[in-house]
């Protein structure tokens, strides 16, 4: 049975409920509470007061999502981006938290992924090499560093 709650008491609890399950983006929290049928004013307030408190932060959100997808070790970093994107969280962010990105770890991740789908190395291998790679985002730089690694060592 669902209960509709109607006070800002009641919006408050609910918003420290979905964020003691998880972090969210202030995007996210959004639309959980506006799907529980809340208006914008009180979602507005109830946003602001955790913002104030620190408890809704999208900085330190899009940093922990960022890095838990980069050390995951299967995301190239364009899906990643889209994954921080589809959280609601603004370019401006996203932007921030992916400057210190050296590219690295996409290549570690790239040789991760193609370990463990591909098992020898020959002309024709390499080719759906390059398109698994490209169908999961990793970019063309990347691609031809790992094809490279791969020829000049053994799997």
């Known amino acids: 049975m669902i209960c509709h709650l109607t006070t800002n008491k009641d919006i408050w609890h609910l ?30 307030q109830v946003v602001n007061r955790l913002l104030t408190y620190g408890y809704l932060n999208d900085t330190a959100f899009a940093t922990a999502l960022f890095s838990k997808h980069l050390a995951m070790g299967k995301y190239s970093l ?9 959280c609601g969280l603004p370019e401006a962010i996203i932007k921030t938290v992916i400057s ?14 193609l370990g463990s789908r591909f098992k020898s190395l020959d002309g024709l291998t390499k080719e759906k090499m390059y398109r698994f790679l490209g169908t999961r985002g990793f970019s063309s730089n990347t691609i031809h560093r790992v094809l490279d690694q791969l020829t000049n060592h053994d799997f």
Request: proline share 0%.
């Open 78 to 86: 364009n899906i990643i981006i889209c994954k921080l994107k589809k």
């Open 15 to 44: 918003a420290l409920q979905i964020l003691t399950r998880r972090s969210h983006s202030e995007y996210e929290l959004r639309q959980k509470l506006y799907q529980k049928g809340y208006v914008g004013t009180e979602v507005d």
């Open 100 to 113: 210190e990105y050296d590219g690295e770890e996409e290549f570690k991740a790239a040789l991760k992924v």
